[in-house]
């Protein structure tokens, strides 16, 4: 990205621009949630904590949950919450995976709506579906569910719901086509993205879908932070 990035009018191009920004080399003590907060205001996570700790859990192996080492499939966040999801999701890096894997993975949702015709853009906003949270924070006591079309808008901007995983199709053929196509796509058109110790990830949740590549170090530790729009 050549120069590192740390000004916020050049990460508002970025997430314009490309969806995404990727803020590396920060100086030692930059203070991420500060920075971050500047884009909006902060959406509480679903412990009520502005801070989501991402590290391996003990006892959640076995379930789909964004606290293991296990690969996640590609989403966008706050699918299943009843009001609008989240506009940015923030990671930055206190700790990387030693060893392969645990890249934050990303492709551009507008360019997956841009494989369908107008027409099913059109039913993908008048049907609603029912998306539910994942499994993992149903066994912590956390159960979401709400009703919307995958396709919304709010100040001129498209809104895209995503999950491969926690959405139910419920014999629906364009949401299952879309499923098809999307998991496609997404295994060819994403990129991965490594956060380095101390750097920052900032995308554009309404646009972007992303996902996460399995790992084995639980030592791993990133920090997110969801901000409103």
């Known amino acids: 990205m050549g120069e590192p990035v740390s000004d916020l009018d050049e990460v508002r191009r970025l997430l314009d621009a490309d969806g995404y920004a990727y803020l590396s080399e920060l100086p030692t003590g930059f203070d991420h949630f500060a920075f971050v907060s500047r884009l909006g205001a902060v959406i509480p996570q679903y412990d009520g904590r502005p801070v989501w700790d991402l590290v391996a859990e003990p006892g959640m192996d076995d379930v789909y949950h964004s606290r293991n080492t296990r690969a996640l499939v590609p989403h966008t966040e706050g699918y299943e919450l ?6 940015y999701v923030a990671l930055w890096c206190v700790r990387p995976a030693e060893g392969p894997g645990g890249e934050t993975t990303l492709a551009d949702g507008y360019a997956l709506l841009e494989r369908f015709g107008e027409a099913d853009r059109r039913r993908m906003r008048d049907t609603l579906h029912t998306w539910r949270s994942s499994e993992g ?32 199709p419920a014999g629906d053929e364009l949401l299952g086509r879309l499923l ?17 110790r101390n750097a920052l990830l900032v995308w554009d949740n309404w646009r972007m879908i992303h ?19």
Not at 137 to 161: K, M, Q
Not at 180 to 196: K, L, N, P
Request: positive net charge; charged residues 30%.
């Open 82 to 87: 009843a009001g609008r999801p989240p506009r």
């Open 137 to 168: 924070l149903a066994r912590r006591g956390v159960v979401i569910e709400a009703r919307h079309p995958v396709l919304s808008e709010h100040g001129g901007r498209v809104i895209l719901r995503y999950s491969q995983n926690n959405v139910d």
């Open 180 to 196: 098809d196509v999307g998991e496609r796509f997404f295994a060819r058109e994403h990129r991965a993205i490594s956060i380095a």
């Open 211 to 229: 996902s996460r590549n399995a790992f084995k170090d639980r030592g791993r530790h990133l920090k997110r932070v969801l901000v409103g729009a």
